[in-house]
């Protein structure tokens, strides 16, 4: 099934937004290993974000992170958003794998599509979390290796981790878990090892930016304190934001009188800190 791109150039803020939808990074599988991209328009090559939605590798959608993406292009980055295989089909490695191809298919039409194929960062939130960090310190190794057109590619050059498990060994209880790794850890120990990027940590490591709510009953925030502690064990750059009070889905409202249905990466003081650290790690636009 070969997907029909759509344009259009929307208005965010006084910035202009041009809109790409529905880019086929991998045919074989119809709409979930599609993308949407929101670009500045610009004349210059921009550095870019790719983000990869949440919903326990069961559900979702990359239109969940179009209001993410839309500020990012208002704020000067391209942005990326993309679908990959759920359910049995996204069993890992395969939601893994896509999320490289998606990567890979970015860089490899990077000149067609305005972007610096050197300054690329990933960025997901709760399932998405943790298919980013795999992506940034296992993108190059065999086991994450795509068999798509687009092929294998280096690791991304930053991450960002928001609410995300980290070693799932810790929550081999979770249906969801043992659903994308097809068992618990007595029957598929590899596959709980390969898929916990806490536990895949080398040297030379892409910086990562790790954001959780201390409040988070889903996933604990020590996933992103030990996750922070790994990366720098390794001598790695990591940055850690604590968003006090903050939960999985459940978030204080900005005045904090109330909690609101969103993201923890969706708080005031992330997004501050989310810029500060693309700013300083693919470079600002």
Same mark, same amino acid.
């Given at each position: 099934?070969?997907?029909?791109?759509?344009?259009?150039?929307?208005?965010?803020?006084?910035?202009?937004?041009?809109?790409?939808?529905?880019?086929a990074y991998d045919e074989r599988f119809g709409?979930?290993?599609?993308?949407?991209?929101?670009?500045?328009? !610009?004349?210059?090559?921009?550095?870019?974000?790719?983000?990869?939605?949440?919903?326990?590798?069961?559900?979702?959608?990359?239109? &969940?992170?179009?209001?993410?993406?839309?500020?990012?292009?208002?704020?000067?980055?391209?942005?990326?958003?993309?679908?990959?295989?759920?359910?049995?089909?996204?069993?890992?490695?395969?939601?893994? &794998?896509?999320?490289?191809?998606?990567?890979?298919?970015?860089? #490899?039409?990077?000149? &067609?599509?305005?972007?610096?194929s050197a300054r690329i960062a990933v960025m997901?939130?709760? !399932?998405?979390?943790?298919?980013?960090?795999?992506?940034?310190?296992?993108?190059?190794?065999?086991?994450?290796?795509?068999?798509?057109?687009?092929?294998?590619?280096?690791?991304?050059?930053?991450?960002?981790?928001?609410?995300?498990?980290?070693?799932?060994?810790?929550?081999?209880?979770?249906?969801?878990?043992?659903?994308?790794?097809?068992?618990?850890? !007595?029957?598929?120990?590899?596959?709980?090892?390969?898929?916990?990027?806490?536990?895949?940590?080398?040297?030379?490591?892409?910086?990562?930016?790790?954001?959780?709510? @201390?409040?988070?009953?889903?996933?604990?925030?020590?996933?992103?304190?030990?996750?922070?502690?790994?990366?720098?064990? &390794?001598?790695?750059?990591?940055?850690?934001?604590?968003?006090?009070?903050?939960?999985h889905l459940f978030n204080p409202s900005g005045?904090?009188? #109330?909690?609101?249905?969103?993201?923890?990466?969706?708080?005031?003081?992330?997004?501050?800190?989310?810029?500060?650290?693309?700013?300083? @790690?693919?470079?600002?636009?």
């Amino acid at each position: 099934m070969v997907l029909r791109a759509l344009s259009l150039v929307v208005i965010v803020g006084c910035s202009s937004v041009h809109e790409t939808s529905d880019l086929a990074y991998d045919e074989r599988f119809g709409e979930r290993t599609s993308l949407d991209i929101y670009s500045p328009v !610009s004349s210059r090559v921009a550095p870019a974000v790719m983000l990869i939605h949440g919903g326990s590798w069961r559900t979702g959608f990359k239109e &969940q992170f179009e209001d993410v993406a839309q500020r990012l292009a208002g704020a000067g980055y391209a942005a990326i958003t993309i679908n990959h295989r759920l359910g049995p089909a996204g069993a890992f490695p395969n939601a893994a &794998q896509d999320c490289v191809c998606a990567l890979s298919y970015v860089r #490899e039409h990077s000149s &067609q599509l305005a972007i610096d194929s050197a300054r690329i960062a990933v960025m997901g939130y709760s !399932s998405g979390a943790q298919l980013a960090a795999l992506v940034g310190v296992a993108a190059e190794h065999p086991d994450l290796a795509p068999d798509c057109a687009a092929g294998a590619t280096g690791v991304p050059a930053a991450v960002i981790s928001a609410a995300g498990m980290q070693d799932l060994h810790d929550f081999a209880d979770y249906e969801t878990v043992r659903d994308f790794l097809g068992g618990d850890p !007595s029957h598929v120990p590899d596959a709980y090892q390969l898929a916990s990027p806490m536990l895949r940590v080398g040297a030379s490591e892409p910086p990562f930016l790790l954001i959780h709510g @201390t409040a988070d009953v889903f996933v604990d925030a020590d996933q992103s304190v030990r996750m922070q502690t790994a990366l720098r064990d &390794q001598g790695n750059e990591a940055r850690l934001l604590l968003l006090r009070g903050g939960g999985h889905l459940f978030n204080p409202s900005g005045d904090g009188t #109330e909690l609101v249905i969103d993201i923890a990466s969706d708080a005031p003081e992330a997004w501050l800190a989310i810029i500060d650290f693309l700013d300083h @790690t693919i470079g600002p636009p």
